[in-house]
Structures are given as structure tokens and as C-alpha cells.
């Protein structure tokens, strides 16, 4: 795959999770679910081990939620909310 300008995001995510990129595309030229459980974060066949269609599991992956990102939005906020804390009211 030539991933372009993208290539060393690509190589950066492939190491912070020890498998390489899959295929982006099928040869029709349609996003792969395991790319974007890939790109997401999730373990290899999170959803495309699971016996729905193509369609269905590219739509549950768009309505799941980035696991890193959710745990950062929880630290954040749960740090803004301890009393006492400095940071508390910012969560930036």
C-alpha cells in the first residue's frame, strides 16, 4: 500500500500496536473493517470476527468510541472535578 504523506503515522501506529496496518481497501476500492478496528485502536477481529456484513460492522466501528480517547477524556475530566486539584474547572 503507498500510504503517501500518511506513511509515518501509519509506521508510528503499527508499532504503538505491534501489528502492521491491513489493507485499507478491498480490490472494489471499499473501506476494510479491519483497517478501521485497526485505526481505532481495537484488538485484531474486534468486529470483523463477528459473523455480520460488511456494512454492519463498518457501522458499529462508526459508532464505537476511540478506546484511548475516551481514556483520555476520562482522566481530564476526572482530574477537573477533584476538589483542591489546581487544574480543577480546566480540563485542558
Not at 19 to 48: I, S, Y
Amino acid at each position: 500500500v503507498a500510504w503517501g504523506a500518511y506513511e509515518p503515522a501509519i509506521r508510528q501506529w503499527e508499532h504503538a500496536l505491534g501489528r502492521p496496518a491491513p489493507a485499507p481497501t478491498d480490490d472494489r476500492g471499499r473501506l476494510m473493517p479491519p483497517f478501521v478496528e485497526w485505526l481505532m485502536g481495537f484488538p485484531q477481529g474486534w468486529v470483523d470476527d463477528v459473523d455480520i456484513s460488511r456494512t454492519q460492522k463498518l457501522r458499529c466501528l462508526g459508532n464505537a468510541v476511540v478506546p484511548a480517547q475516551a481514556a483520555l477524556a476520562w482522566r481530564l475530566l476526572n482530574q477537573a472535578a477533584v476538589p483542591g486539584n489546581p487544574k480543577r474547572g480546566s480540563v485542558i
